[in-house]
T-cell receptor
Framework: SQTIHQWPATLVQPVGSPLSLECTVEGTSNPNLYWYRQAAGRGLQLLFYSVGIGQISSEVPQNLSASRPQDRQFILSSKKLLLSDSGFYLC???????????FGDGTRLSIL | QKEVEQNSGPLSVPEGAIASLNCTYSDRGSQSFFWYRQYSGKSPELIMSIYSNGDKEDGRFTAQLNKASQYVSLLIRDSQPSDSATYLCAVKMIQGAQKLVFGQGTRLTINP
């Protein structure tokens, strides 16, 4: 069966520091991968998605970037975090483009 | 008009009653519809998928789809306190078919 791993679960970072969140999927090949952010009490905002190695589509211009160095690995990065980057970051995967998506446990990021 | 709209709630339902959650969407060509449940502080969990007009039942959950009215709903029968969560509607639209569009979610509280 397929599983998705996302870490760390919780992260506290100072403003201006770098960020790297990692997500890996097991049990499937060539998954579609997604990064979402959910602000407190808000809906899911799609940040990036990838349909293959090295293929990244950005949904929202901001100081975040994503990379897919391996088939089942998706990384979310930032060179300098802003206060507004705080939130709940969720990685998701799907077999067929767009549907249905299965989520990792998420990373709660607090910027101080 | 938002692409996927849900009443944010909170929706309060007594234990044992039927909870009815509603979602409308803007893209008439949409083909795939999903309901996710999200407990506070946790990641969304897929609970229902529906692709054809009509009803689809899974245990205490029934998803209803009416493409002509661009309306999808989720009924929860015999509501339990453990059903208290935020329910997210997600739609795969024709445009941007690699991704799902999520509604803001409806917060449901089941009162014992």
């Amino acid at each position: 069966s397929q599983t998705i791993h996302q870490w760390p679960a919780t992260l506290v970072q100072p403003v201006g520091s770098p960020l790297s969140l990692e997500c890996t999927v097991e049990g499937t090949s060539n998954p579609n991968l997604y990064w979402y952010r959910q602000a407190a009490g808000r809906g899911l905002q799609l940040l990036f998605y990838s349909v293959g190695i090295g293929q990244i589509s950005s949904e929202v211009p901001q100081n975040l970037s994503a990379s897919r160095p391996q088939d089942r690995q998706f990384i979310l990065s930032s060179k300098k975090l802003l206060l507004s980057d705080s939130g709940f970051y969720l990685c998701a995967w799907s077999v067929i483009q767009g549907q249905p998506q299965h989520f990792g446990d998420g990373t709660r990021l607090s910027i101080l | 008009q938002k692409e996927v709209e849900q009443n944010s709630g909170p929706l309060s339902v007594p234990e044992g009653a039927i909870a009815s959650l509603n979602c409308t969407y803007s893209d008439r060509g949409s083909q795939s519809f999903f309901w996710y449940r999200q407990y506070s502080g946790k990641s969304p969990e897929l609970i229902m998928s529906i692709y054809s007009n009509g009803d689809k039942e899974d245990g205490r959950f029934t998803a209803q789809l009416n493409k002509a009215s661009q309306y999808v709903s989720l009924l929860i029968r015999d509501s339990q306190p453990s059903d208290s969560a935020t329910y997210l509607c997600a739609v795969k639209m024709i445009q941007g078919a690699q991704k799902l569009v999520f509604g803001q979610g409806t917060r449901l509280t089941i009162n014992p």
